[in-house]
């Protein structure tokens, strides 16, 4: 097969040839030229407008080559996230693997033809003729399924452009007259035509080509004789300016997310994924924060904005979306990688390009993320313009003020006395770390624990778990104030920091080591975001800590009345920090119950509505999120609905409630089912 590059000395030889007509060199050398003058304009048009992103930064700080070649091979070459699909991984692995077999067969060709390399002759001829038939057969395959995808089934999510329209016909076309060219030459070499057999292989072994062979044989019985070399030469010129369009259209279209996509899966985050970036406040050169204008996108977000391949994949995962919010991360994404390359820097973003409710309306719930095959994180670059439209713009709805002064005047969003931090825990004997007591494990409550009456009940199950389990373990009591992630998830960054300094300062004059905590978001800070602030720490999830002790027979989870239970994911536990199979190993642990799972589960699973500090937040676009999940776990007809996170148990609580289901159907935590079997009852 020719393949997607026409070869320099063949393209000489052809086109200077008559074919249709005398073809002067300089008109020739000025198409060649025109067209690769074409689409550097292009790839410079885009390079320039990311100047001020790239000047605010290296894309990938100390990412070591290690990680980076394991993300090239598995991302990119192996497509491992875009194969999560069944027909648009298969579509798309055709395509991919057919471009790179092809460009990697026009290389052989042009290392034959036009370098003292001589290799391509007998068996591996016509081994790599096979291969590259075989390859060239499943791109076109990919192509038609791409188009019928596109044009006859028409997903909601993927939206028509011009250049779609043309994109996958071009592509069609470039490998279909790849085939009528290999086709041409095959039939003339059969008719003895001077120059049309290469390899030294005998004409008749061209049957390894079995596209071009076949072909071959209808165009003998369509065409004779030197005619057939005319022919040939004919589709190869139509063929050049083909593949001259194609590249051209790498520098106009979407297809050059081939390139981005795979610069932005390769150069992996270091950072955790949980873990949002960290902003020095104290720079005396920060004029401001967050993304301001365009001049403030980073070097990092401008190159997943380039990568963005307009699937909408992260569209069908959004819970905000879903539920009929203003946000549509795709849309997001678009909307500012379109603004980045066509208008000025100076151009605002929070409210010129971005919408402030199509801000407000996301849930941190990395759906999207999970969702991206090219590894955009739209939810860093949402936070952004929050931090701006926060600390910079002070605009922001009327509950997140609220929230903000009970965090920084109360220590919780709740702004409730933070000295009433330790009532939960009267009568159970648990060790005040202010006394002088030494532990192994601190015990972080959180504020729902500490403060929420449901949420008390889950913090007295673990307590009393841990005892039984005979876990040396403590807890800070007044001495422990919020985390700061509904803060920092809001874009009040400073708010975060504050709290989170002093929390970092009373963990480290403890010497403590060894953290568990019932809830997700608290995990995800201290695990992730408090080693940006010297707080280092050894973090479990409740859940973690019960299975082990579970395992090693220290809890004896014994049973309970037979029942069906379902189990819904925490965003922060689940899709931030992978965590998806102790909690239901605590759940099977116990006797009678036979877990369930929702459609939508593990890392599919459906956001609560809280994440993102929306649990502060009125919902008054749409359908609420916690209903549209409570609905889900109703329609399992489980009558226990569990959970390992407290503003999930909240969240899903009402939703069943406001469904009228409440006196049918209980949410609780995986402590609270354990502690029930195993101590007989709280």
């Known amino acids: ?60 700080p100390e990412v070591g080559w290690g990680r980076r070649a394991r993300a090239f091979l598995a991302d990119v070459l192996l497509q491992r996230r875009v194969a999560r699909e069944a027909y648009a991984g298969t579509m798309h692995l055709f395509i991919w693997s057919g471009f790179v077999v092809l460009f990697l067969g026009t290389v052989l060709v042009f290392l034959e033809k036009d370098t003292p390399l001589h290799f ?72 003895g035509v001077p120059g049309a057999s290469v390899g030294g292989v005998t004409p008749t072994f061209e049957r390894w080509a079995f596209v071009g062979w076949w072909l071959a044989g209808w165009f003998r019985g369509l065409v004779g004789g030197e005619s057939l070399g005319l022919l040939h030469r004919s589709l190869w010129t139509a063929h050049l300016v083909l593949v001259l369009t194609l590249f051209v259209a790498f520098g106009y279209t979407k297809l050059y997310h081939a390139g981005t996509a795979g610069a932005n899966l390769t150069l992996a985050r270091r950072r955790a994924r949980g873990a949002l970036p960290y902003v020095d406040l104290e720079r005396e050169d920060l004029e401001t924060v967050g993304t301001a204008t ?33 946000l549509s991360p795709k849309w997001f994404v678009l909307d500012l990688r379109d603004a980045l390359v066509t208008r000025p820097p100076d151009t605002p973003v929070p409210g010129r390009v971005i919408e402030d409710e199509v801000t407000w309306s996301c849930t941190t719930c990395m759906a999207c993320v999970e969702a991206c095959p090219v590894g955009i994180d739209h939810v860093e670059q949402i936070v952004e313009v929050r931090r701006n439209l926060v600390l910079m713009e002070s605009r922001f709805p009327s509950e997140a003020a609220a929230t903000f002064r009970n965090m920084e005047n109360s220590g919780n969003p709740w702004g409730l006395g933070n000295h009433t931090r330790a009532e939960w825990a009267e009568g159970l004997g648990v060790a005040l770390l202010s006394s002088g007591a030494e532990v192994e494990w601190v015990y972080w409550v959180g504020c729902a624990g500490s403060f929420d009456d449901r949420n008390k009940k889950v913090a007295r199950a673990l307590a009393r778990l841990l005892q039984q389990a005979g876990v040396s373990f403590g807890i800070l009591g007044p001495e422990e104030l919020c985390t700061g992630d509904p803060a920092r998830r809001l874009g009040n960054e400073f708010l975060f920091q504050t709290l989170a300094k002093q929390n970092v300062e009373t963990l480290n004059r403890y010497g403590v080591k060894k953290i568990v905590t019932a809830c997700p978001h608290c995990y995800n800070t201290l695990k992730n975001e408090y080693p940006q602030l010297g707080g280092v720490y050894e973090v479990w999830h409740h859940s973690q800590l019960l299975a082990d002790l579970v395992k090693a027979g220290k809890i004896k989870p014994g049973s309970l009345d037979s029942a069906t239970l379902t189990y819904h994911d925490s965003c922060y536990l689940g899709r931030y920090n992978q965590v998806f199979a102790s909690p239901r190993e605590v759940l099977r642990s116990v006797g009678g119950l036979k877990l369930v799972e929702m459609p939508r589960s593990g890392r599919e699973g459906l956001c609560c509505g809280a994440g993102g500090g929306r649990m502060w937040l009125e919902e008054r676009i749409g359908k609420r999120v916690n209903l549209e999940r409570a609905e889900e776990a109703i329609a399992t007809g489980a009558p226990l609905v569990a959970t390992a996170c407290p503003f999930c148990a909240t969240m899903l609580a009402d939703g069943v409630a406001a469904r009228g289901e409440d006196e049918r159907v209980r949410v609780v935590d995986v402590a609270v089912v354990l502690a029930e079997a195993a101590l007989g009852g709280l």
């Open 1 to 60: 097969m020719q393949g997607f590059a026409p070869l320099l000395s063949e393209g000489l030889e052809y086109v200077t040839r008559p074919v249709l007509w005398n073809v002067p060199l300089p008109l020739v050398v000025l198409v060649y030229v025109g067209g690769i003058g074409t689409f550097a304009w292009g790839a410079w048009r885009v390079w320039e407008r990311t100047r001020p992103a790239r000047a605010r930064g290296r894309i990938a």
């Open 120 to 191: 391509w002759y007998g068996n591996f001829y016509l081994a790599s003729k096979f291969v590259l038939n075989l390859f060239g057969l499943l791109f076109l395959v990919g192509v038609v399924m791409a188009m019928l995808r596109r044009y006859i089934f028409r997903p909601a999510r993927l939206h028509q452009t011009l250049s779609d329209g043309l994109v996958l016909p071009l592509l069609f076309l470039v490998g279909f007259t790849g085939f009528l060219v290999e086709g041409a030459r095959i039939a003339a070499a059969l008719e």
């Open 294 to 326: 365009l001049a403030h996108v980073s070097a990092r977000a401008a190159l997943d904005l380039l990568a963005c391949t307009e699937c909408g994949r992260c569209q069908d995962r959004c819970p905000a979306w879903i539920t009929g919010k203003p």
